[in-house]
């Protein structure tokens, strides 16, 4: 849309011109005068409603609107929008900045409220230490009490009470037998005494073999069977009976014992 201004050829002639008489207002009543106002703002409204001018968009074209012209170069809109977004990414880069910036300096406190902990708790175990120090020599004792009560229960680990045992197997004996001799085969506190492959014989700490002398037959099934009754006793099997040349018969006996026959002397007992 182009928009063309003429200018006059000539400024007019003021002296030719004559002023013309404007003929003078006709008094008239207040009445009058208001109802001709009234009517005047209502023909001068409507006159103002019927003179604008309609606007009608065509393929984005404004027909019959005011008349504007846009001289601002394009340059200074892209200026403007460059400008914008700079400063959008200068606030983004300043708040991840402050959110750094605070981040460390909380990471600052905690460690350094570490370190401070970290400090104190190596001066209280020095301190302690030092304090350690002057009980060396009982915590030496200790320990030598200590080592003194764990081998006194290894050696008690196997430890039988042999004499009041074959006491008991002298009274079993029947009437008329005569103990020759007594053989023990047990285990130590550094060996380990060796099971029988017989699953019908139980588990054993030791062997008692004995050995009688009668000078008649002797009653080895009763024998056996009194000795069966006496206390951690396992099981007993009857051994061989021989007579010699002057009469006299020799039989023996295998006792097998359990652990019951343990002293246990040094043991701990739990709590």
Known sequence: MSISLRRPSGPPDVADQKPSKQPKPSKQPKQLKRTGRSKATTSSASSKTAARPTTTAVEGLMVGGDPRVDLLPPEVRSARRDARTRRGFTWGVLAVFLVVVVASATAFGF?????????????????????????????????????????????????????????????????????????????????????????????????????????????????????????????????????????????SVVIHVGDGLYTNRFQTKDK
Do not use: C, H
């Open 111 to 251: 460690n350094l409220m570490a370190q401070t902990q970290l400090f104190a708790a190596q001066a209280r175990t020095n301190d302690l230490l030092a304090q350690q120090q002057k009980y060396v020599e009982v915590r030496t004792v200790q320990n030598q009490v200590d080592v003194a009560v764990a081998a006194q229960q290894v050696g008690d680990s196997t430890e039988v009470a042999w004499e009041p045992f074959i006491r008991a197997i002298g009274k079993a004996e029947p009437a008329g037998l005569t103990m020759k001799s007594i053989t023990v085969d047990a285990a130590s506190p550094i060996a380990v005494f060796q099971q029988s492959t017989d699953p019908l014989q139980g588990p054993r700490i030791a062997t008692v073999t004995v050995v009688t002398l009668s000078n008649g037959f002797p009653d080895v099934p009763s024998w056996v069977a009194a000795v069966q009754k006496l206390t951690g006793v396992v099981d007993v099997s009857a051994g061989t009976v021989n007579r010699d040349e002057t009469g006299i018969y020799t039989s």
